[in-house]
């Protein structure tokens, strides 16, 4: 599986907080390439993104690392993806690491806008 992975521009964006005066600062970003496949989603694979996030072009991402889902608890960000001109945000991740071929399944959906 890792011959068919490429390298893909991902940015991630640190965890923002309140300064003193309780100001919203959002994290710093930075820019990143992870090696990975992008497949478009299956109709049938559709339920396994978050309600709301259905209607939504959506694919599926085989990473050799791990990527961010929003998570309020640490005010985590979502990693963004570009991929064929798009950008798409990391909705969730799991961790295939049972030693055949370690590796990272994520859903992503596209961002409106771009």
Known sequence: MSSFRKLIPVTRTAPGNYNIDGIWV???????????????LRLDEMDALPE???SSRAVKIYA??????VEQTTRQNADIITWLGKSWEV??????QM??????????????GN
């Open 26 to 40: 959002e994290g710093a970003s930075e820019s990143l390439s992870i090696k990975m496949s992008v497949q478009p």
């Open 52 to 54: 709301g996030r259905r």
């Open 64 to 69: 050799e690392s791990e990527l961010y889902a």
């Open 91 to 96: 909705v969730g991740c799991e961790a295939y």
């Open 99 to 112: 030693g055949v071929i370690p590796h990272f399944k994520a859903l992503a959906v596209e961002v409106k």
